[in-house]
């Protein structure tokens, strides 16, 4: 569930969780490797890329496990294609047009 899993790495990352001083030194050394290891996997860097290989990933194995994806990156992908122009080739005389 990376939607819930995005949701909770966002929460543990704001400000006033990470004033946390004393509660994060609690923290065992596996423990915040593992949290180290989910927070770069769903690094926004790159455009997700950690993210999206590890959905390839899994979309390759047989059978594909079930996979709740994080919505927000597949709405801000929507977005784009919906705001990026689409061009239109040079006819004739015509030049070409952003459509």
């Known amino acids: ?3 819930a899993l995005m949701e909770i790495l966002s929460a543990l990352q ?3 969780v990470q004033r946390l001083k004393q509660t994060w ?3 065992t050394a596996k423990d915040l490797q593992s949290f180290q290891e989910l927070v770069e996997c ?3 860097l790159h455009h997700f890329k950690r993210y999206r290989d590890e959905l390839e990933r899994l979309e390759s194995l ?3 496990p079930p996979v709740l994806p994080y919505i927000g990156l597949f709405l801000q ?3 784009m294609i919906e705001e990026i122009p689409t ?3 040079a006819q004739g005389d015509q030049p070409q047009m952003i459509n």
């Open 1 to 3: 569930n990376y939607n």
């Open 14 to 16: 704001s400000v006033p």
């Open 25 to 27: 030194k609690g923290l």
């Open 42 to 44: 769903m690094d926004f």
């Open 62 to 64: 047989s059978p594909p």
């Open 77 to 79: 992908d929507l977005l």
């Open 87 to 89: 061009r239109t080739k």
